[in-house]
């Protein structure tokens, strides 16, 4: 039976290292929200007692390896037992991936190409983000041939080009739209788009569109400053030695912005993100394989903190979307990317009501 939201929830304990207790909360759920982190360490026992015990799952990991790795291990599972794992419903990486539909879903024609930009802006008390996801960025970036090896066994079928090629940017580049120094965003955000974006086009027969994803950094001072810590950060991230002594100190490390602690209240009340989509594309009736794109749109996604108010929105309405909006999930269960399970939800209504707010900034312009 459907038990009404909001009545008294129990506690269950259970243990990522205990199969026994994990498979037990499992049976007794139709859907587990996994906030276990760093993902690659924690979060594969969470996904299989889930799909082995007949319930859906959702994360926020931001960790394309372990992503795309459930996927590679769970899907056909997932997909026998009618269950949908559902990874990345966080910061990383819905707003990019809604964001790119939202953007499609708002251009009359067709969307071939789109970049977003993302902004943090910061209150006097400066911004802060919880150790978790800095060891994720650690052992995620000292493992990157690995995500090729795993790429590579998935065998994932290319996605065509459609339309003008979105040129890939450089490592450090000025943006005239926001006079800021802009980098590639270091996050999932690229390869879950891509995934959504695969899944779109060989299920649903839509067109795919192109994606890069960038960061605002500031002016100049913040590109030298970036650019020693980041050097920094990519010598030690090499060496099993660095990688302790990047772990046990997360705080020097990265300048204040990564602590044991997380967040204080007020800085997390002092921050929010505005995540900008520039779109290209071909007006009704042009052929996107001819000629030069003629219609731009411009949307954003705005919301309250990253990390801690943000993310737990995005989960939780993921989740109620999940459950609510069943009859718009893809056909059979699976491991899904955000965009390919809620493509035909809801969730975008969801999330705007909450605070996470989608909008368009200038209507197509042909």
């Known amino acids: 039976g459907k038990e009404a939201f909001g009545e008294e929830v129990g506690v269950l304990l259970c243990d990522v290292g205990d199969a026994g207790s994990l498979a037990t909360m499992a049976r007794q759920t139709r859907l587990v929200l996994s906030c276990v982190g760093p993902y690659r360490f924690l979060g594969e026992p969470v996904v299989q007692a889930c799909v082995e015990n007949g319930a859906s799952c959702i994360d926020i990991s931001g960790e394309p390896q372990f992503l795309e790795g459930m996927y590679l291990k769970y899907n056909e599972k997932a997909a026998e037992k009618g269950v949908y794992i559902v990874g990345s ?9 809604m964001g790119v539909l ?7 024609g067709t969307l071939t190409a789109v970049e977003s930009f993302l902004s943090v802006k910061s209150g006097p008390e400066g911004v802060c983000v919880h150790d978790g996801t800095w060891k994720s960025a650690v052992y995620g970036l000292a493992d990157e041939d690995n995500l090729k090896k795993l790429r590579k066994q998935i065998g994932y079928a290319p996605v065509p080009v459609v339309g003008a090629k979105l040129k ?4 450090l580049f000025y943006n005239q739209e926001f006079k800021e120094y802009c980098i590639p965003f270091m996050g999932s955000d690229g390869s879950v788009v891509k995934r959504t ?31 020693f810590a980041g050097m920094l950060f990519l010598l030690l991230v090499k060496f ?7 772990t046990k100190y997360p705080e020097f490390f990265s300048a204040g912005r990564f602590t044991k602690e997380g967040p204080t209240q007020k800085q997390m009340d002092g921050t929010s993100f505005t995540m900008t989509f520039f779109g290209e594309g071909y007006s ?16 954003e996604v705005k919301g309250p903190e990253p990390g ?18 069943a009859a718009s999930l893809p056909k059979r269960g699976g491991v899904y990317s955000p965009g390919a ?6 969730l975008i209504d969801r999330l705007n009501k909450r605070g996470v707010e989608f909008s368009v900034i200038s209507k197509p312009e042909v």
Do not use: W
């Open 89 to 97: 419903c966080g910061f990383d990486s819905i707003p990019a991936d």
């Open 102 to 108: 939202y953007t499609r879903d708002k251009l009359k």
């Open 168 to 171: 890939k940017r450089g490592f």
């Open 197 to 227: 974006q695969r899944y779109l086009h060989t299920e649903l027969q839509e067109t795919p569109v192109q994606y890069g994803g960038y960061v605002n950094i500031g002016g100049l001072g913040s590109v030298i400053k970036l650019m």
């Open 240 to 246: 099993n030695f660095g990688r302790k002594l990047l």
């Open 284 to 299: 009704e009736g042009q052929d996107p394989q001819n000629g030069k794109p003629n219609v731009k749109i411009c949307t």
């Open 308 to 325: 801690y108010i943000a993310t737990p929105i995005a989960m939780v309405q993921a989740g109620v979307s999940l459950l609510e909006d």
């Open 341 to 346: 399970a809620f493509s035909k939800t809801k």
